[in-house]
């Protein structure tokens, strides 16, 4: 069971980030011979959260333990999905620039992921996903910023093509929904950005979830470092985003986008972080799981906004306010107390971690 749980998106409920890979690695190995498959998957997720010099050390027998997976047709499509999210990561941490073992394995995982592009017993969004491991597989080596990166023109004319066919072929709205957020990143890591706002902005007519087009948009325009474009954009996704998780999720994104691209607008991030806790005081359950990890998100924030103490007054306001909203809360509502701890997190000096 643990081999199939989404690691990636616990956002620390189980275990914290930079204890994940030890953990996997020790479910790993404690697989008995018959569950091959589930310690495979744990191994790959393992090398997945192991990227930038944490977690496990690859030895010889892990990395012929992949490339037979890569090279299998049938175990690489059991294990599609981490295959296709995590090739850069697992490439990386198994075969080093420039060693023997790199080129091999990046031949063997690209024609793994050709493979999976193939598979029409995959959904469109799968198969467009093992293309743009493919894509992350050629930037492999570049900054992670980098805008324009030098494909190879085949690789290029190809996900512009399979882009284009996405967009003029799915006529499903559910099914456009996934497909073109996800063709629209191909054309941005691809160096297409341009490309890339023209498709989700030809969307957003069409698309029942604007607000997730329009937070791609954001963050295209971030990258490109228009801030203004930038924050516009995260505005109006907040403004579009329906149900109460939803709502605060988003004015958490744009919450922290304010703070970290327009830190000087306090009048903005005030009214923003109020009108935030506003929404968190009117619906039920906002101090659980998802919606908590927001507003812990948000206090988080302003709290590094005001490390200084040059939006003092600012974040005593806003303090009052969210007190105001803990205060509506039941006294054996466990919700209480995780808005309190919220509250109290305004009070203390931002730490380094707080503060990224």
């Not at 995260?234 to 703070?259: C, E, F, I």
């Not at 306010?321 to 803990?326: F, Q, S, T, W």
């Amino acid at each position: 069971m643990l081999a199939f749980y989404s690691w990636d998106t616990d956002e620390q409920q189980l275990v914290p980030a930079h204890e994940r890979p030890a953990l996997l690695a020790t479910l790993a190995a404690a697989c008995p011979p018959s569950e091959r498959e589930a310690a495979t998957r744990l191994w790959l997720k393992t090398l997945a959260a192991s990227d930038e010099g944490q977690g496990v050390k690859p030895d010889a027998a892990l990395r012929e333990r992949v490339l037979k997976v890569l090279k299998d047709p049938v175990a690489s499509r059991q294990q599609m999905d981490v295959l296709t999210n995590s090739p850069a990561e697992i490439t990386r941490v198994l075969a080093a620039k420039g060693s023997p073992e790199r080129a091999p394995l990046l031949a063997a995982f690209d024609a793994s992921l050709k493979r999976l592009q193939r598979d029409t017993t995959l959904s469109r969004a799968d198969r467009m996903t093992a293309l743009l491991g493919r894509v992350e597989l050629a930037r492999l080596d570049l900054p992670e910023d980098a805008k324009a990166p030098k494909l190879d023109a085949a690789l290029a004319k190809e996900l512009r093509d399979e882009a284009a066919r996405a967009d003029r072929e799915i006529r499903d709205g559910y099914e456009r929904q996934a497909v073109i957020t996800t063709a629209a990143q191909l054309l941005e890591r691809g160096g297409f950005v341009a490309e890339s706002d023209a498709l989700l902005k030809a969307n957003l007519s069409k698309s029942h979830s604007p607000y997730y087009l329009m937070s791609q948009l954001a963050g295209n325009a971030r990258r490109r470092g228009d801030s203004d474009a930038a924050l516009s954009w995260y505005a109006q996704a907040w403004d579009k985003s329906v149900g109460p998780a939803t709502r605060l999720q988003w004015g958490a994104s744009y919450l922290g986008a304010l703070v970290d691209l327009a830190p000087k607008d306090a009048a903005r991030i005030e009214q923003t972080a109020a009108r935030i806790f506003d929404e968190a005081g009117q619906a039920q359950g906002s101090f659980y799981e998802r919606s908590a990890r927001s507003l812990q998100r948000v206090s988080a924030k302003l709290q590094s906004w005001n490390a200084d103490g040059a939006h003092a007054a600012s974040v005593q306001r806003l303090q009052a306010r969210l007190d105001a909203v803990c205060g509506k809360l039941d006294t054996a509502d466990a919700q209480r107390a995780t808005c309190q701890g919220f509250s109290d997190t305004l009070r203390k000096p931002a730490t380094k971690k707080s503060a990224s």
